[in-house]
């Protein structure tokens, strides 16, 4: 390994009602709120091809979780037994990346409504990418 | 925007047969080789649950992408008009980050053999999420 750290520029943020972790449902498919994503104004070119219809992941940098947990209850729930957290979607673990699989539902300028994003007002947005094959896996 | 550093902790590494860029597919549907995951022993207990047939998301960082790429031509291809990276899977973007949907061949103590995966030797793993539903999006 080694120590070189990698860093994470956000290329922008999450627009949304949830505005509390203990809000936030715990997978996207249940009932998360719609959200814009508002890109800075740095990465308007990346962000030119994006058009309401695409499904995409958005990737999210979850700035509350706590990195250092490696093993969970999944769902925060004890009757649960504990897992590690690569097998799981915990927001808590090493590098809490968040994998949301959305649908753009707007375009404005550098401003994207997207459906169903389970992340908090004001997270930061890391990447934008296009899914690959039209099944509904995230 | 805030400029506050965001920093990944590589949790292991790829060990590939693909050990230069341009030898690695496309995509990773067109016939990348199967390689291994070696997960660094202090997140041992984070993996503990990954099991042999399992779909799961590998998250990587691209270090030898360049991120001042905003817009590319697809698949490097100039015949293919310009899009902008968002848009687009190309390696070259802001936050180089690979997502990759593989399938768990074979798990050894904190490697793990995995199916298909576009990543050349060496290359940082940061994150590993279990695929929701049943399809084959990536």
């Given at each position: 390994m080694t120590d070189e750290p990698l860093v994470i520029h956000p290329i922008g943020r999450v627009e949304s009602a949830l505005v509390d972790r203990g809000d936030a449902p715990k997978q996207g498919n249940e009932g998360a709120p719609d959200a814009w994503i508002s890109i800075d104004e740095a990465f308007r070119a990346a962000a030119?091809?994006?058009?309401?219809?695409s499904e995409v992941f958005v990737l999210t940098w979850?700035?509350?979780?706590?990195?250092?947990?490696?093993?969970v209850h999944p769902r925060d729930d004890p009757a649960n037994p504990v897992r590690g957290v690569f097998a799981t979607r915990s927001a808590?673990?090493?590098?809490?990346i968040g994998l949301h699989r959305v649908e753009i539902l707007e375009v404005e300028g550098t401003r994207i409504r997207v459906s169903n994003l389970e992340a908090i007002d004001g997270t930061p947005v890391i990447d934008i990418k296009p899914v690959l094959g039209a099944s509904d896996a995230r």
């Amino acid at each position: 390994m080694t120590d070189e750290p990698l860093v994470i520029h956000p290329i922008g943020r999450v627009e949304s009602a949830l505005v509390d972790r203990g809000d936030a449902p715990k997978q996207g498919n249940e009932g998360a709120p719609d959200a814009w994503i508002s890109i800075d104004e740095a990465f308007r070119a990346a962000a030119r091809d994006l058009e309401a219809g695409s499904e995409v992941f958005v990737l999210t940098w979850l700035d509350r979780a706590d990195r250092n947990t490696l093993t969970v209850h999944p769902r925060d729930d004890p009757a649960n037994p504990v897992r590690g957290v690569f097998a799981t979607r915990s927001a808590d673990r090493p590098n809490p990346i968040g994998l949301h699989r959305v649908e753009i539902l707007e375009v404005e300028g550098t401003r994207i409504r997207v459906s169903n994003l389970e992340a908090i007002d004001g997270t930061p947005v890391i990447d934008i990418k296009p899914v690959l094959g039209a099944s509904d896996a995230r």
